[in-house]
Protein backbone atom coordinates (compact mmCIF):
# COMPACT_ATOMS: atom_id res chain seq x y z
CA UNK A 1 0.00 0.00 0.00
CA UNK A 2 2.86 2.75 0.69
CA UNK A 3 4.18 1.90 -2.40
CA UNK A 4 1.06 2.72 -4.96
CA UNK A 5 -0.21 5.72 -2.03
CA UNK A 6 3.02 7.24 -2.75
CA UNK A 7 3.50 6.71 -6.37
CA UNK A 8 -0.46 8.87 -6.76
CA UNK A 9 1.42 11.20 -4.30
CA UNK A 10 4.19 11.67 -5.89
CA UNK A 11 2.63 11.72 -9.43
CA UNK A 12 -0.35 14.27 -8.34
CA UNK A 13 2.59 16.44 -7.14
CA UNK A 14 3.91 16.27 -10.46
CA UNK A 15 1.32 16.58 -13.09
CA UNK A 16 0.26 19.77 -10.62
CA UNK A 17 3.68 20.84 -11.34
CA UNK A 18 4.07 20.48 -14.96
CA UNK A 19 0.61 22.13 -15.22
CA UNK A 20 1.07 25.13 -13.37
CA UNK A 21 4.31 25.64 -15.34
CA UNK A 22 2.20 25.45 -18.42
CA UNK A 23 -0.19 27.47 -17.18
CA UNK A 24 2.63 30.06 -16.73
CA UNK A 25 3.39 29.55 -20.47
CA UNK A 26 -0.59 30.40 -21.47
CA UNK A 27 -0.29 33.78 -19.72
CA UNK A 28 3.31 34.60 -20.13
CA UNK A 29 4.09 33.36 -23.57
CA UNK A 30 7.84 33.25 -22.52
CA UNK A 31 9.21 29.77 -22.93
CA UNK A 32 12.80 31.05 -21.60
CA UNK A 33 13.69 28.42 -19.15
CA UNK A 34 10.63 26.62 -19.65
CA UNK A 35 12.07 23.09 -20.67
CA UNK A 36 14.92 23.62 -17.76
CA UNK A 37 11.93 23.96 -15.16
CA UNK A 38 9.98 20.87 -16.94
CA UNK A 39 13.65 18.99 -16.83
CA UNK A 40 13.86 19.82 -13.36
CA UNK A 41 10.55 18.92 -12.09
CA UNK A 42 10.36 15.33 -13.87
CA UNK A 43 14.01 14.76 -12.28
CA UNK A 44 12.41 15.12 -9.39
CA UNK A 45 9.57 13.20 -9.75
CA UNK A 46 11.11 10.10 -11.43
CA UNK A 47 13.96 10.36 -8.24
CA UNK A 48 10.88 10.17 -5.78
CA UNK A 49 9.56 7.08 -7.82
CA UNK A 50 12.90 5.50 -7.42
CA UNK A 51 12.87 5.81 -3.57
CA UNK A 52 9.34 4.21 -3.11
CA UNK A 53 10.46 0.50 -3.28
CA UNK A 54 12.98 0.86 -0.79
CA UNK A 55 10.47 2.59 1.56
CA UNK A 56 8.18 -0.09 0.59
CA UNK A 57 10.15 -2.44 1.71
CA UNK A 58 11.09 -0.75 4.90
CA UNK A 59 7.45 -0.70 5.90
CA UNK A 60 7.23 -4.45 4.71
CA UNK A 61 10.29 -5.33 7.61
CA UNK A 62 9.00 -3.41 10.06
CA UNK A 63 5.26 -4.77 10.04
CA UNK A 64 7.25 -8.18 9.46
CA UNK A 65 9.00 -7.62 13.24
CA UNK A 66 6.15 -6.87 14.60
CA UNK A 67 4.23 -9.74 13.42
CA UNK A 68 6.87 -12.02 14.58
CA UNK A 69 6.90 -11.18 18.23
CA UNK A 70 5.06 -13.26 20.11
CA UNK A 71 2.05 -11.92 22.55
CA UNK A 72 2.72 -11.92 26.37
CA UNK A 73 0.44 -14.36 27.66
CA UNK A 74 -2.61 -13.14 29.34
CA UNK A 75 -3.59 -13.54 32.91
CA UNK A 76 -6.67 -13.82 33.80
CA UNK A 77 -7.63 -13.11 37.66
CA UNK A 78 -10.31 -15.19 39.54
CA UNK A 79 -13.07 -12.69 40.68
CA UNK A 80 -15.72 -13.92 43.25
CA UNK A 81 -19.26 -13.14 42.78
CA UNK A 82 -21.17 -11.29 44.75
Given at each position: ?7 A ?12 EL ?8 T????G ?5 T?E?V ?7 S??V??F????E ?17
Amino acid sequence: MRFWGGWAETAQTYTRAVDDELAKLETSAETGDLVGRLSDLTREYVRNVAQLPSAAVKEFNSQLETIGVPKAKRTRTVRAKD
